[in-house]
C-alpha cells in the first residue's frame, strides 16, 4: 500500500526566502505526483503535475521535482510572499486512475 | 473561466439522516471523482466516474452510493450517517481526453457536512 509522507508537517518563514517542502513515497511505481495548495475550509488548487518519465516541472515561482527510484519529489518555492502561506500537499497516483494518495501536507506561513 | 461547483457548500444532518451532495465538472470534463477529507486528516478517494460509468472505488462505505447523469454532473448519496461521516467533501473533474491537461485534477471547493 502506498504510504506517502510530507516534512516539515509545518514552516513559517519570513517573506523573501526561497523554500523547499518534501516529499517521500514507499511505492516508486508511480504514474504521475501532483503538488496541491489549500486554503483553510477550501477546495485545493492544483499547482505542478509531473509524469513518472519527467524529473521536474517549473511554474512561476515553484518548482517541483521527482526522483521516482528513492521515491522523493521536492516543491521549491522561490522568493516567498505571504499570500504563499497555505497547506502543501503531495500526492501520487499509481494507477492512472487519479486515486490519489495524498500526503500529510505541510502547513507554510509567511510572515511579512 | 469556469470551476467545479459544488452543492451546497454547508449541510448539517442528523444521525441516521440522508444527505446528497452534488457536484457539477468543469464543462467538457468527462471524469469526476469523490474525496473525503476528515477534521485535520489528508484526502481520502472514495469513487470515481468516467462517462457517467463507476470507474474507480475507494474506500467508500455501503452506506454511500454516488452516480454520474447523462450532463456529467454527479451526486453522492449518504445514508444512515453517522457522527465519523463529519468531513470535507471534494468533488474533482478532469478531462481524460485532453493531451495537455489530461488527468491534472480540479478540486471544487467541497461541501462541508456536519452529522450532529
Redesign the interface.
Known amino acids: 500500500k502506498q504510504e506517502v509522507t510530507q516534512i516539515p508537517a509545518a514552516l513559517s518563514v519570513p517573506e523573501g526566502e526561497n523554500l523547499v517542502l518534501n516529499c517521500s513515497f514507499t511505492d516508486s511505481a508511480i504514474y504521475n505526483l501532483q503538488w496541491f495548495r489549500q486554503d483553510p475550509g477550501k477546495g485545493l488548487t492544483s499547482l505542478l503535475l509531473i509524469q513518472s518519465s519527467q524529473r521536474e516541472q517549473t511554474s512561476g515561482r515553484l518548482n517541483a521535482s521527482l526522483d521516482k527510484s528513492s521515491g522523493r519529489s521536492t516543491l521549491y518555492i522561490a522568493a516567498s510572499q505571504p499570500g504563499d502561506s497555505a497547506t502543501y500537499l503531495c500526492a501520487v497516483d499509481n494507477n492512472a486512475g487519479n486515486m490519489l494518495t495524498f500526503g500529510g501536507g505541510t502547513r507554510l506561513m509567511v510572515k511579512p | 473561466a469556469a470551476g467545479?461547483i459544488q452543492s451546497p457548500r454547508h449541510l448539517i444532518k442528523e444521525k441516521r439522516e440522508t444527505a446528497t451532495l452534488k457536484c457539477y465538472p468543469i464543462p467538457r470534463h468527462d471524469?469526476v471523482?469523490w474525496?473525503q477529507q476528515g477534521p485535520g486528516q489528508?484526502?481520502?478517494?472514495l469513487i470515481?466516474f468516467y462517462e457517467k460509468m463507476q470507474?474507480?472505488k475507494?474506500s467508500i462505505p455501503d452506506r454511500f452510493s454516488a452516480q454520474q447523469f447523462s450532463d456529467y454532473h454527479s451526486e453522492l448519496n449518504m445514508s444512515s450517517l453517522e457522527l465519523g461521516d463529519s468531513a470535507?467533501y471534494?468533488c474533482?473533474s478532469?478531462s481524460t481526453g485532453n493531451e495537455e491537461t489530461n488527468?491534472?485534477?480540479?478540486?471544487?471547493?467541497?461541501t462541508?457536512l456536519s452529522v450532529l
Open positions: 467545479v471524469t471523482y474525496y489528508d484526502p481520502q478517494f470515481s470507474s474507480d475507494g470535507l471534494f474533482a478532469a488527468e491534472k485534477l480540479f478540486f471544487g471547493s467541497g462541508q
